[in-house]
């Protein structure tokens, strides 16, 4: 197995970081992507929380903010090679140690209803669905919009 180092990121890495959204959540047109810009500025937000997985090459992400009492995780993705290897955990656990270091109560994510992979993930991670949020996803090209299931852990 590869050895993976997990670094925190900043606006400095933002098209590393678009380019790997693109490659492991990005709906399958390009129109959920993120453009470098627009994460750069993200990463630039007051409390920001952002690591890249390097196998040497970039092979995965996380995102997430502070929000109140809770710390929100925006996106988290792992090439599709990559998967199953422990990355997605690595990344999770340095977001949750953000989390607490800022002091919030709780992680905080949306994911569409019909991702069973990533349901189940969050699931083994210790996360519990909290609502629900219909139409969230907005419909792909000859799809119907996909509901969104907020879930939460506690820290």
């Not at 500025?41 to 690591?51: D, E, H, I, N, T």
């Not at 090439?79 to 992680?107: K, T």
Request: hydrophobic share 55%.
């Amino acid at each position: 197995m590869t050895t993976v180092e997990i670094l925190p990121a900043g606006p400095a890495h933002a098209e590393i970081m678009a380019a790997l959204h693109a490659a492991t959540i990005a709906s399958e047109d390009a129109a959920g992507a993120w453009s470098a810009d627009w994460v750069a500025r993200l990463l630039a937000l007051p409390g920001a929380a952002a690591v890249l997985a390097l196998a040497p090459d970039p092979v995965g992400f996380a995102v997430c903010l502070p929000a109140g009492e809770a710390f929100d995780l925006l996106a988290i993705g792992v090439m599709p090679e990559q998967r199953r290897a422990g990355i997605a955990r690595a990344l999770l656990a340095r977001c949750e140690a953000s989390a607490r270091a800022a002091r919030a109560e709780r992680l905080m994510l949306e994911v569409a209803e019909d991702n069973a992979a990533a349901r189940a993930f969050y699931a083994r991670c210790g996360f519990a669905e909290l609502a629900r949020r219909r139409g969230y996803y907005g419909g792909r090209p000859g799809a119907a919009a996909r509901d969104a299931l907020v879930l939460g852990k506690n820290l």
